[in-house]
Each structure stands twice: as structure tokens, then as C-alpha cells.
């Protein structure tokens, strides 16, 4: 147990529509990732945030949207999702501070899978 | 970041040791080399990193070559849990936390 929480596990929703993904980082962690696996692709980072605050990029889309809370949770939102958008979202923190470079461990959650139909 | 070749694939005998090569030729000197696995369509599992010397940990060793050109995983006795793909990645330190790009990794077969 890498100490990341996500839900849902699974969902199905149809093109179109509009879903919410949550994570919970580990205790202590201020940095949260989120990556996208589907099949073709592999496994793409989308998007962190760090304290509240979006620190990078990567291959996300624009009807994809994430925030952090002050209580450092995570969403990610999908919005218009369409066929392609069916894949597993992963869902990542970790804890290094500003002012040292330094190494970075990532740890995982379990994912969240979405189907589209 | 430092492009890394990895195997598409290996086997390896269970109680063996599975030895898992990375190539990193342009590797820059603040770049940290690191190795997750990804158990089929479960999260990926952070391995070990490293940056200059090798490393050690409860589940693996990481040697990394003294021009710092490749590295090598290795588990010491492979059982067949540790079937997977295994990606190594290599980025630059930095500041507050930053993402890891994976490529396509290595499949790992351990056979009875």
C-alpha cells in the first residue's frame, strides 16, 4: 500500500458526460501527479500540482481539468469525455522541498479505471 | 532529459537473479537514474534511484557504471511476483517535486 487513495476504482460513463476523479495523497505529501495509461499510449503524465498550486504540464487535454485543496486532495476533472478518454488514471505524490535538488520518489495509487461507452 | 534504450523484454528463472540493463548514454551529470514497475494495469511501484554510486535497497541493487552511461537492476532472487515491466527513467534534481516521464520499459517473465 503506497499510501495514495483514489476513487472511484472503476466507472462507466457515456461519451459526452463529465466525471470526477479523487486522490488523497500521502500524509505529509505537498506534490500530486496525475497520469493517464491507456492502451496505445502508455503510461503520460498529465499534470502536477504542488501546495495548491499548478507546477507542470504535460499531455493534457483541454476538457481535462485538475486542482488541488488546501487539504492537499486531488480531482481531476473530465469533461465532453469521448471513446478514447477510456483508460487508467493514475493518480501520484510525493515530498521534496523547494530550495534542494534532490531526487524525487513518486508513489502511486492504485488507479482509476474509466470506460467510456 | 536523457533518452534511455531498455530490452523490449527478458525471462528469468525463479530464485535467479534477474539483471536488468539500461543504457543512458547522454546522461548529464545532475541527472538521477531512477527504476519503477508497473504489476500488470496496478500503479507503478518505485524501485531504488540513484545518481553517481550504486545503490541498495529491501528490494533491489542499482549499479550504475562509472560514466554513468548505463545501469543495471538487479533483483536478487526473483520470484514469480516480481513478473512486471520495469522502466528506468532518468531526470534531472530539482526543487519542490517534479514529474517522471516513462517510456515503454522492459517485460519481465519470471518462470517457475
Known amino acids: 500500500d503506497s499510501g495514495v487513495t483514489q476513487t472511484p476504482k472503476h466507472l462507466i460513463t457515456a461519451t459526452g458526460q463529465r466525471v470526477t476523479l479523487r486522490c488523497s495523497p500521502r500524509?505529509?505529501?505537498?506534490?500530486v501527479y496525475w497520469y493517464q495509461q491507456s492502451l496505445d499510449q502508455g503510461l503520460q503524465f498529465l499534470i502536477q500540482y504542488y501546495n495548491g498550486e499548478e507546477r507542470a504540464k504535460g499531455n493534457i487535454l483541454e476538457r481535462f481539468s485538475a486542482q488541488q485543496f488546501p487539504d492537499l486532495h486531488s480531482e481531476l476533472n473530465l469533461s465532453s469525455l469521448e471513446l478514447g478518454d477510456s483508460a487508467l488514471y493514475f493518480c501520484a505524490s510525493s515530498v521534496v522541498p523547494f530550495g534542494r535538488l534532490t531526487g524525487n520518489t513518486i508513489y502511486f495509487g492504485e488507479g482509476s479505471w474509466l470506460t467510456v461507452v | 532529459d536523457a533518452k534511455t534504450t531498455q530490452p523490449t523484454s527478458m525471462d528469468c528463472a525463479e530464485g535467479r537473479a534477474a539483471n536488468l540493463p539500461c543504457n543512458h548514454s547522454t546522461i548529464s551529470g545532475n541527472e538521477y537514474v531512477y527504476w519503477y514497475r508497473q504489476i500488470h494495469s496496478q500503479g507503478p511501484q518505485y524501485i531504488i534511484h540513484g545518481l553517481k554510486n550504486n545503490e541498495t535497497n529491501e528490494m533491489a541493487s542499482l549499479i550504475i557504471t562509472e560514466d554513468r552511461k548505463s545501469s543495471t537492476l538487479i533483483l536478487p532472487h526473483a520470484t514469480l511476483r516480481d513478473t512486471a515491466v520495469y522502466y528506468c527513467?532518468?531526470?534531472?534534481?530539482?526543487?519542490?517535486?517534479?514529474?517522471?516521464?516513462f517510456g515503454k520499459g522492459t517485460s519481465l517473465l519470471v518462470t517457475p
Open positions: 500524509s505529509g505529501d505537498l506534490s
Open positions: 527513467i532518468v531526470r534531472a534534481g530539482g526543487s519542490g517535486g517534479y514529474a517522471l516521464n
